[in-house]
């Protein structure tokens, strides 16, 4: 039988009423704000890249967007504020030219040579100066002097919008300001709009590779998924002397291909107790790749996969801590694609060790109380004001109850007595509960 840290048959993990109500009222995206947030962003991007195109080598550069990260994979919570655009850009050269170099030990990274043979065609030739500028020595693809040209286009693109504080401009009559500012391969636009509404938008431009066998331990790809990986200009330590000319693969469609939807909804509660706990050293990324290894690991069979998934989500929560948790004690999350490539490689020791014991409290904690106390999980994963607000309506559901039978005349016979002072009872024992919980959770987050 394959071994797990929790029984997964165990009856105080089999119910989910709490975790899908905390999942409901605080990890699951409103529609209406979809909706809105996506016209705003969809308007505000168009219309830069409209301006974008304005430049002749981008515009003859400039492939697609494509819509990645947590949002669009369904793992992100919260209010749908944040979202990353990858920009493809084409080289103008025959892609047999080009070598994906992992031959170093600049682990889950690659580098990109261009045949020294290699020629543009004709129509490309007027920009051959410009498109030489991004090559560093021996023909290898600089990412600082790729990524600091397409910032380049946006700046003079939106140039003449620019304000005192950004930029302004009006996009079907309504009026939008933004600012930007570098982050990692990114630049990111902070989207304000007339009615108060902000977004953050993360454009990384990229380059785009088919079915090419990447090498010296990387993961081999499915090729009968027929998906496309790309490289980001994620830019390293400035003391590594190959900075420059290293690239983040990025294996985007093929992950959102693994995530399973049953263990999205765990996902995002896993994000939110991290927020909650302040542990913003630890990316969402990070978290996700966890449940790749998970899946992976709980693959070696349909029936141990078919287990696993079906599992209760309380269940999965649990096991998934268990999981971070050991993980922050190895001070070691090996990259999916790259095992030899450690996540948490440039987080600081004491930061992970700090984790590591706040996480093995909050496990204790959950396990030893949740037969006793079923609010529990909520306790320990929300803000204290957002369990108070749910508690608040529990204790609210039950006076509606015993005010719905006084308004229908119930006799009060004997039988009618003990139940309402068994409700009564219930409550008084409920308040007690509450004021325990959250002298607990005040503990806990000492």
């Known amino acids: 039988m394959f071994e797990t840290y929790y029984d997964s048959q165990h009856s105080k993990y089999r119910d989910d009423t709490i975790f899908g109500y905390v999942s409901s009222e605080y990890l699951?995206?409103?529609?209406?704000?979809?909706?809105?947030?996506?016209?705003h962003l969809h308007a505000v991007v168009?219309?830069?890249?409209?301006?974008?195109?304005?430049?002749?080598?981008?515009?003859?550069?400039?492939?697609?967007?494509?819509?990645?990260?947590?949002y669009y994979k369904g793992t992100k919570y919260g209010t749908p504020e944040e979202f990353d655009l990858n920009f493809i850009i084409y080289l103008p050269i025959d892609y047999d030219d080009i070598r994906i170099d992992t031959n170093h030990k600049n682990f889950g990274f690659v580098k990109i040579k261009l045949d020294s043979k290699a020629t543009l065609d004709p129509e490309w030739q007027e920009y051959s100066h410009e498109l030489d500028g991004l090559l560093a020595r021996d023909n290898y693809l600089n990412q600082k002097k790729f990524r600091s040209w397409v910032e380049s286009v946006f700046k003079n693109a939106l140039s003449c919008y620019e304000t005192y504080d950004g930029y302004e401009f009006f996009i079907n009559d309504k009026l939008y300001h933004i600012k930007y500012k570098k982050s990692g391969p990114a630049f990111t636009l902070m989207i304000r709009t007339e009615d108060e509404i902000e977004i953050d938008v993360d454009i990384v431009p990229c380059l785009e590779f088919g079915h090419m066998r990447l090498k010296n331990g990387f993961k081999p790809m499915n090729k009968e998924l027929n998906k496309t990986w790309m490289v980001v200009a994620k830019p390293l330590p400035q003391n590594n002397p190959e900075s420059n000319v290293l690239w983040r693969p990025c294996f985007y469609q093929y992950e959102k291909n693994i995530l399973e939807g049953a263990l999205k909804p765990v996902i995002r509660m896993v994000k939110k107790l991290r927020d909650t706990r302040c542990w913003n050293n630890l990316a969402s990324y990070?978290?996700?790749?966890?449940?790749?290894?998970?899946?992976?690991?709980?693959?070696?069979?349909?029936?141990?996969?078919?287990?696993?998934?079906?599992?209760?989500?309380?269940?999965?929560?649990?096991?998934?801590?268990?999981?971070?948790?050991?993980?922050?004690?190895?001070q070691e999350i090996p990259y999916y694609w790259h095992p030899k490539f450690n996540l948490l490689g440039k987080i600081d020791e004491k930061v992970l060790k700090r984790y590591a014991v706040d996480l093995k409290k909050i496990i204790a904690f959950i396990d030893s109380n949740l037969e006793s106390n079923y609010m529990?999980?909520?306790?320990?994963?929300?803000?204290?004001?957002?369990?108070?607000?749910?508690?608040?309506?529990?204790?609210?559901?039950?006076?509606?109850?015993?005010?719905?039978?006084?308004?229908?005349?119930?006799?009060l016979n004997s039988e009618h007595c003990i139940f309402v002072l068994a409700i009564i009872l219930l409550l008084l024992i409920y308040e007690i509960l509450q004021k325990r919980a959250e002298t607990d959770v005040r503990d806990i987050a000492v």
């Open 28 to 39: 699951t995206l409103s529609e209406e704000d979809r909706k809105v947030n996506n016209e």
């Open 46 to 70: 168009q219309e830069i890249l409209k301006l974008m195109k304005q430049d002749d080598l981008f515009n003859l550069m400039f492939r697609e967007i494509k819509y990645v990260g947590s």
């Open 286 to 330: 990070y978290i996700e790749t966890l449940f790749y290894h998970e899946l992976k690991k709980h693959s070696c069979n349909e029936v141990v996969k078919e287990r696993y998934l079906r599992s209760s989500k309380t269940w999965l929560f649990m096991h998934a801590l268990n999981q971070l948790q050991k993980a922050l004690e190895r």
């Open 376 to 411: 529990v999980l909520a306790d320990a994963v929300l803000e204290k004001s957002e369990a108070r607000a749910i508690r608040r309506r529990e204790k609210q559901d039950c006076v509606q109850y015993l005010n719905f039978r006084r308004r229908n005349e119930f006799d």
